[in-house]
């Protein structure tokens, strides 16, 4: 039966070309807007590690300023980074099941087969459980052992895309370079990898990429490498050498711990509640306490990943839906009344209520899957655009909000969501009221 | 004068369409209000002055990377060598790029405070002699740097060093000392170490958008530190010569020492459009939903009544057959459709202020203005009058004799 009503909807159709393309116009337009803005919405707040989202856990303690909050628009929150010295102490624990203390570096790379110029690479310092505790994937080799950390051990993990510049893709497991001035050798090479946003680091930008080169932490005051990132100071103290820099009260670190259970946390907790008590009575931490062991999902909303633009964004779009089906409604109403001397044959001729009912919200389905189809097309052809407006502000370089406007499946569920909710909205009531006439009436004034 | 009780009468009998046309002129009038306002305030937050010659400014980005590198040197020829390029106005080296959403700041005090947030937040800039002129800056009082009190770079064992001479803006000068001549007067930075007001420029935008001293910006005399590998320059061009510029540069800069690399050569202006990069996006998108939102509205109220008009053929036949003039049935399509808009309308506006009210509650936005309110009235009535002005047109062509045919 659907397949005979579905002819009939293309009959319809053909009947008021002008008419059916100003409902199918206006049902894509609305679908591709709405896919528009929740691609990037759903990219947005989406949380890249939720198979371990009560697993992980960032870091904070609130050092900052008695007399000034580190962020005015949320007082309750710790500083999102650590001082050097806090973290160090705090990862000396073995309570996590796996911690990681880390930031980002500026490093020239020489070597390598394919590229031999020097050339510009960010890197990040970091401990041996990062790769372990966010699932990163190895192209070829593997991560260094907590020991590399201490020595360091010239030892350097690169990216899927370092690895194409650098040997043109090879297994290139055991090969040195050269990474700020210093010979390492090369003990793994990344998949690619990108999670958006980048939870592990927020601080330069929610959607910036990986770094594509990383380095055991100990580097970090070896070579007497300052972060590349962002580091806030508060307080008045010389910091005339690395070491006062390193002893300051500086925040520049990012500090994660894997804690498996409500056990291992709560103690985790009770450690870092003790180092403060310590630290306090010797006069430091002047602010209220804020130790703070936050998991993905409530970091990312605790940092503002979503911006509210991106929200107002959404409202507009739905706002913009709606006017199109309210638009589709009055449309179709008319057009169902206008055909209402056929359906009063066809009700006559012993259809009832409820097949006439259902032939008409076929009609109203078809037209808004072909609705569906073009606004997804559309959708696309927006996403690149806008992507396109991102990486040219960018100057091609990734990162930022062109990592959010990509086509996906994401996009297309939401299109057949809204095709279903376009047919509902606007085919309900035409459909109902189209049924209910009363077939003498008509048939009468023919 | 045309009677309205019996197109009323008419319009209550048949509210469906009415009503949804009602609607959606409602939701039209609450984006367009809403989303004109937002768009303003980008359009503002963009425009606002940044005090540079933001078009003509080149910035180059030059890292040295061998363990004894000779930042100094380098500097010194590569800004002799810029300096002599033909069409080049003036040129600096510079501790970060400007407008480009990264920087530091430091807190500075008209008097030595043991609080470290008392005083003006400020952007500190590190130029030469030639930083004001580079940066196409106006200085409004005292004097410029002078060569020889341009200090060598900081390094890893003087990173707090403050220098004793600096120029602020007038934004910082106005906070320290208002309503004083801030030339002469001392600061302090937050380790108590002493500087005197040089000079005072009128403007500099600091490098982020959101920042709360927008133009809090001070100026050291010494060369750059290349504390995270890279360093830049800033070059201003002639008018119309930056591009040539430019091109120049980037030939000799890459090739002149073995020792370094020439990251890139970039208009001041791409940072600038990168950090305003979400104001802009956001002000494309609104500006490009909310008018094709008006135009679908325009168009469904014109398919609407074309509709209308022509399943109504024979009743405006019988009209006019019994005496009803062309106008007559024009004034009744354009009536109606003023009665829907004034109803959709007067819905719009609670609704406008209902989101405005909302959105600045729930974002932080500002309340929307009332102006913007009324300019969105007249806009939306006259679209839906434009909208069946030409189905009525049709509809008064409609002949007399229509009445007398069968259908």
Same mark, same amino acid.
């Given at each position: 039966m659907?397949g005979?009503?579905m002819?009939l909807a293309f009959?319809?159709?053909?009947?008021?070309?002008?008419l059916?393309?100003?409902m199918?116009?206006?049902i894509?337009l609305g679908?591709?807007v709405?896919?528009m803005?929740?691609?990037?919405?759903?990219?947005m707040?989406?949380?890249p590690?939720?198979?371990?989202?009560?697993?992980?856990?960032?870091?904070t303690?609130?050092?900052w300023d008695?007399?000034?909050?580190?962020?005015?628009?949320h007082?309750?929150?710790?500083?999102?980074?650590m001082?050097?010295?806090d973290? +160090?102490?705090?990862a000396?624990?073995?309570?996590?099941e796996?911690k990681?203390?880390?930031?980002?570096?500026?490093?020239?790379?020489t070597g390598?087969?394919?590229?031999?110029?020097?050339?510009?690479?960010?890197?990040r310092a970091?401990?041996?459980?990062?790769?372990?505790?966010?699932d990163?994937?190895?192209?070829?080799?593997?991560?260094?052992?907590?020991?590399?950390d201490?020595?360091?051990e010239p030892?350097?993990v690169i990216?899927h +895309?370092?690895?194409?510049?650098?040997?043109g893709?090879?297994?290139?497991?055991?090969?040195?370079?050269?990474?700020?001035?210093?010979q390492?050798r090369?003990i793994g090479?990344l998949?690619?990898?990108?999670?958006?946003? +980048?939870?592990?680091?927020?601080?330069?930008?929610?959607?910036d990429?990986p770094?594509?080169a990383?380095?055991?932490i100990g580097?970090?005051?070896?070579l007497?490498?300052?972060s590349a990132g962002?580091?806030?100071?508060w307080k008045?103290?010389?910091?005339d050498?690395?070491?006062?820099?390193?002893?300051?009260?500086?925040?520049?670190?990012?500090?994660?711990?894997?804690l498996?259970?409500a056990?291992?946390?709560e103690?985790?907790?009770?450690?870092?509640?003790?180092?403060?008590?310590?630290?306090?009575?010797a006069?430091?931490?002047p602010?209220?306490?804020r130790?703070q062991?936050?998991?993905?999902?409530q970091?990312?909303i605790?940092?503002g990943?979503?911006?509210?633009?991106?929200?107002?964004l959404?409202g507009?779009?739905?706002?913009?839906?709606?006017?199109c089906?309210i638009n589709t409604?009055?449309?179709?109403l008319? +057009?169902?009344?206008n055909?209402?001397?056929?359906?009063?044959?066809?009700?006559a001729l012993?259809?009832?209520?409820?097949?006439?009912?259902?032939q008409?919200?076929?009609e109203?389905?078809?037209l808004?899957?072909?609705?569906?189809?073009l606004?997804?097309?559309?959708?696309?052809v927006?996403?690149?655009?806008?992507?396109?407006?991102?990486a040219?502000?960018?100057?091609?370089?990734?990162?930022?909000?062109q990592?959010?406007?990509h086509?996906?499946?994401?996009s297309?569920?939401?299109a057949?969501?809204?095709?279903?909710?376009a047919?509902l909205?606007?085919?309900?009531?035409?459909?109902w009221?189209?049924?209910?006439?009363?077939?003498?009436v008509?048939?009468?004034?023919? | 004068?045309?009677?309205?009780r019996p197109?009323?009468?008419?319009?209550?009998?048949?509210?469906?369409g009415a009503?949804?046309v009602?609607?959606q002129?409602?939701?039209?009038?609450?984006?367009?209000?809403n989303?004109?306002?937002?768009?303003k305030?980008?359009?503002?937050?963009i425009g606002?002055?940044t005090?540079?010659?933001t078009n003509n400014?080149l910035?180059v980005?030059?890292?040295?990377?061998?363990?004894?590198?000779?930042?100094v040197?380098a500097?010194?020829?590569?800004?002799e060598y810029?300096?002599?390029?033909?069409?080049?106005?003036?040129?600096?080296?510079?501790?970060?790029?400007?407008?480009?959403s990264?920087?530091?700041?430091?807190?500075?005090?008209?008097?030595?405070?043991?609080?470290?947030?008392?005083?003006?937040?400020g952007?500190?800039?590190?130029v030469?002699?030639?930083?004001?002129d580079?940066l196409?800056l106006?200085?409004?009082a005292g004097?410029?740097?002078r060569a020889?009190?341009?200090?060598?770079?900081?390094?890893?064992s003087?990173?707090s060093?403050?220098?004793?001479k600096i120029i602020?803006?007038?934004a910082?000068?106005?906070?320290?000392?208002?309503?004083?001549?801030?030339?002469g007067k001392?600061?302090?930075?937050?380790?108590?170490h002493?500087a005197?007001?040089?000079g005072?420029?009128?403007?500099?935008?600091a490098?982020?958008?959101?920042?709360t001293?927008?133009?809090?910006?001070?100026?050291?005399?010494?060369?750059?530190?290349?504390y995270?590998?890279?360093?830049?320059?800033?070059?201003?061009?002639?008018?119309g010569?930056?591009?040539?510029?430019?091109?120049?540069?980037e030939?000799?800069?890459?090739a002149?020492?073995?020792?370094r690399i020439?990251?890139?050569?970039?208009p001041l202006?791409?940072f600038?459009?990168?950090?305003?990069?979400?104001?802009?996006n956001?002000?494309?998108?609104?500006?490009?939903?909310t008018s094709?939102l008006v135009?679908?509205?325009m168009?469904?109220?014109?398919?609407l009544?074309?509709?209308?008009v022509?399943?109504?053929?024979?009743?405006?036949?019988?009209r006019?057959?019994?005496?009803?003039?062309r106008?007559?049935?024009?004034?009744?399509?354009?009536?109606e459709?003023?009665?829907?808009?004034?109803t959709?309308?007067?819905i719009?506006?609670a609704l406008?202020?209902?989101?405005?009210y909302?959105?600045?509650?729930?974002?932080?936005?500002?309340?929307?203005?009332?102006?913007?309110?009324?300019?969105?009235?007249?806009?939306?009535?006259t679209?839906?009058?434009?909208?069946?002005?030409?189905p009525a047109?049709?509809a008064?062509a409609?002949?007399?004799?229509?009445?007398?045919?069968t259908?």
């Amino acid at each position: 039966m659907t397949g005979y009503y579905m002819r009939l909807a293309f009959k319809s159709f053909r009947r008021n070309p002008g008419l059916t393309a100003l409902m199918v116009g206006a049902i894509a337009l609305g679908i591709a807007v709405c896919v528009m803005t929740m691609t990037v919405f759903h990219a947005m707040s989406g949380n890249p590690i939720w198979w371990k989202g009560d697993r992980l856990y960032a870091v904070t303690m609130d050092n900052w300023d008695p007399n000034d909050v580190y962020d005015h628009q949320h007082p309750a929150l710790a500083p999102p980074m650590m001082t050097y010295k806090d973290s +160090k102490f705090l990862a000396q624990s073995n309570i996590p099941e796996r911690k990681v203390i880390m930031y980002k570096v500026n490093s020239i790379v020489t070597g390598g087969t394919a590229e031999k110029r020097p050339h510009h690479v960010i890197s990040r310092a970091t401990s041996a459980d990062f790769f372990a505790m966010f699932d990163i994937p190895f192209e070829y080799g593997s991560g260094w052992v907590a020991a590399a950390d201490e020595g360091p051990e010239p030892v350097i993990v690169i990216s899927h +895309k370092e690895n194409q510049i650098l040997f043109g893709g090879g297994n290139s497991v055991g090969r040195n370079i050269l990474w700020n001035n210093t010979q390492f050798r090369i003990i793994g090479v990344l998949k690619e990898w990108s999670p958006q946003p +980048k939870f592990y680091d927020l601080n330069n930008g929610p959607f910036d990429v990986p770094e594509d080169a990383y380095v055991p932490i100990g580097w970090g005051p070896s070579l007497q490498l300052l972060s590349a990132g962002s580091s806030n100071c508060w307080k008045p103290e010389p910091l005339d050498s690395f070491e006062e820099f390193m002893n300051s009260d500086c925040v520049w670190i990012e500090m994660w711990v894997e804690l498996p259970d409500a056990k291992s946390r709560e103690r985790f907790q009770n450690f870092m509640d003790g180092y403060w008590s310590d630290q306090h009575a010797a006069g430091r931490f002047p602010r209220a306490r804020r130790n703070q062991l936050t998991p993905v999902g409530q970091w990312l909303i605790d940092q503002g990943v979503v911006e509210n633009d991106n929200r107002v964004l959404v409202g507009l779009s739905f706002a913009f839906l709606a006017v199109c089906l309210i638009n589709t409604v009055g449309l179709l109403l008319a +057009k169902f009344l206008n055909g209402a001397a056929i359906t009063g044959v066809r009700r006559a001729l012993g259809a009832s209520r409820r097949q006439v009912f259902h032939q008409h919200l076929v009609e109203v389905g078809v037209l808004a899957s072909i609705g569906a189809v073009l606004g997804l097309i559309l959708s696309a052809v927006g996403l690149g655009l806008v992507h396109a407006l991102y990486a040219s502000a960018r100057f091609g370089e990734p990162g930022g909000f062109q990592e959010l406007t990509h086509f996906d499946t994401a996009s297309v569920i939401w299109a057949v969501i809204l095709a279903i909710v376009a047919t509902l909205v606007a085919g309900l009531y035409p459909a109902w009221r189209i049924g209910r006439l009363p077939p003498a009436v008509y048939l009468k004034s023919q | 004068m045309v009677a309205v009780r019996p197109i009323l009468s008419a319009l209550l009998r048949n509210r469906t369409g009415a009503v949804l046309v009602a609607i959606q002129i409602a939701i039209a009038l609450a984006v367009l209000v809403n989303a004109v306002y937002i768009v303003k305030q980008r359009v503002d937050r963009i425009g606002r002055p940044t005090g540079m010659d933001t078009n003509n400014i080149l910035v180059v980005s030059s890292s040295g990377f061998t363990r004894d590198y000779d930042t100094v040197g380098a500097i010194r020829n590569d800004l002799e060598y810029i300096r002599g390029v033909r069409g080049v106005i003036a040129a600096t080296a510079i501790n970060s790029v400007p407008l480009s959403s990264a920087g530091s700041a430091r807190t500075v005090s008209n008097h030595p405070s043991d609080n470290p947030s008392d005083g003006e937040n400020g952007q500190y800039i590190e130029v030469d002699e030639q930083g004001i002129d580079a940066l196409g800056l106006r200085l409004v009082a005292g004097r410029n740097f002078r060569a020889e009190e341009i200090q060598p770079p900081v390094d890893k064992s003087s990173t707090s060093r403050f220098e004793s001479k600096i120029i602020v803006t007038k934004a910082i000068a106005d906070s320290l000392y208002p309503g004083q001549n801030a030339v002469g007067k001392p600061v302090f930075d937050i380790l108590k170490h002493p500087a005197t007001i040089i000079g005072v420029v009128e403007r500099m935008q600091a490098a982020w958008p959101d920042y709360t001293h927008i133009d809090s910006v001070f100026l050291l005399p010494r060369l750059p530190f290349s504390y995270y590998g890279a360093m830049y320059y800033i070059v201003r061009a002639q008018p119309g010569q930056r591009d040539a510029v430019a091109r120049t540069l980037e030939e000799h800069l890459s090739a002149s020492n073995p020792n370094r690399i020439i990251d890139w050569i970039r208009p001041l202006q791409s940072f600038k459009d990168r950090s305003y990069g979400t104001d802009k996006n956001m002000e494309y998108f609104l500006v490009t939903v909310t008018s094709v939102l008006v135009a679908i509205s325009m168009l469904g109220i014109f398919g609407l009544a074309t509709f209308n008009v022509s399943t109504r053929t024979k009743q405006i036949g019988t009209r006019r057959a019994i005496g009803a003039r062309r106008g007559d049935i024009l004034r009744y399509f354009m009536v109606e459709n003023a009665m829907i808009t004034s109803t959709g309308i007067a819905i719009g506006c609670a609704l406008a202020l209902g989101v405005g009210y909302y959105l600045s509650l729930q974002y932080k936005l500002p309340r929307l203005d009332l102006y913007y309110l009324v300019g969105g009235i007249p806009v939306l009535w006259t679209i839906g009058q434009l909208a069946v002005w030409q189905p009525a047109r049709k509809a008064s062509a409609v002949s007399p004799s229509v009445a007398t045919r069968t259908v």
